[in-house]
C-alpha cells in the first residue's frame, strides 16, 4: 500500500507564495500518476493540478493556471505544488493523490485510490 506523506501549507497573504510537498512510499507502476485536490468548506474536492510520472505533461484546473506549478522529484518519488500569486479563493484543505487513472479520468478525485492526510492553505490578510 502506497503512503503519501504531505507538507507544507499554512497562512499567506494575498499575492503571496506557498509550497507544497507530497512523498510517496513507493510507485508501482510506471504510469502512476499524482495529483493536488483542494476542499473548501462546504464545497465539492476539485483537481488542481497533476502529473504522470513517466511523462513531461502537466496539467492544471483552470482556475489556477499561471499562478501554481506542479512539479516532481523522480528520484525521489516527491511531488511538489508551488503556489505563487495566492487568493482567498485558494483557502481550502490540500491534498496529495496517487492513482493509475487514464488520461481521460486524471482530473477526477474517484480516479485515485491513496491520499495523503491534508494540509490546510488559507490566504488572508
Known amino acids: 500500500q502506497v503512503q503519501l506523506v504531505e507538507s507544507g501549507g499554512g497562512l499567506a497573504r494575498p499575492g503571496g507564495s506557498l509550497r507544497l510537498s507530497c512523498a510517496a512510499s513507493?510507485?508501482?507502476?510506471?504510469?502512476?500518476?499524482m495529483a493536488w485536490f483542494r476542499q473548501a468548506p462546504g464545497k465539492e474536492r476539485e483537481f488542481v493540478a497533476g502529473?504522470?510520472?513517466?511523462?513531461?505533461?502537466?496539467y492544471y484546473a483552470d482556475s489556477v493556471k499561471g499562478r501554481f506549478t506542479i512539479s516532481k522529484d523522480n528520484a525521489k518519488n516527491t511531488a511538489f505544488l508551488q503556489m505563487n500569486g495566492l487568493e482567498p479563493v485558494d483557502t481550502a484543505v490540500y491534498y496529495c493523490?496517487?492513482?493509475?487513472?487514464?488520461?481521460?479520468?486524471?482530473?477526477?478525485?474517484?480516479?485515485?485510490?491513496?491520499w495523503g492526510q491534508g494540509t490546510q492553505v488559507t490566504v488572508s490578510s
Open positions: 513507493r510507485r508501482t507502476f510506471s504510469d502512476d500518476a
Open positions: 493523490a496517487a492513482g493509475r487513472p487514464i488520461l481521460s479520468a486524471l482530473r477526477q478525485s474517484s480516479a485515485y485510490n491513496t
Open positions: 502529473f504522470r510520472w513517466n511523462r513531461e505533461n502537466t
